[in-house]
């Protein structure tokens, strides 16, 4: 059956794009069997961390203070009271104390 180009519809955006006859053989080749449910803005944006639907966007970080040395940092986690948080540096020398 010969491939011919295909209209599809972004699922994060909307906007319709084609599928290329190109495209459809590179997908072939490398044994993908579904179409692509992204435009390729979206996917460009969603590789680079951009923001989308599922996107790989910035962590969220939060102000904290180092319970050892009482410097300012930021975390991946929002610092719970009974819990005590580290900076990088303490934290890098409380973990070779532990070994």
Same mark, same amino acid.
């Given at each position: ?19 290329? *006859? ?10 993908? #069997? ?38 300012? @940092?930021? *975390?991946?986690?929002?610092?719970? #009271?009974?819990?005590? *948080?580290? @900076? ?12």
């Amino acid at each position: 059956m010969a491939l011919e180009d295909k209209t599809l519809t972004c699922s994060d955006c909307g906007k319709s794009f084609t599928f290329t *006859v190109g495209e459809q053989e590179f997908y072939k080749t490398k044994g993908l #069997q579904h179409d692509p449910s992204r435009c390729p803005d979206c996917r460009a944006s969603r590789r680079k961390g951009g923001s989308g639907s599922g996107g790989y966007g910035q962590r969220q970080m939060y102000s904290a203070t180092c319970a050892s040395c009482g410097a300012s @940092c930021e *975390v991946p986690f929002e610092p719970k #009271q009974e819990r005590p *948080v580290y @900076c990088s540096a303490c934290y890098s020398s409380q973990k070779k104390d532990d070994r």
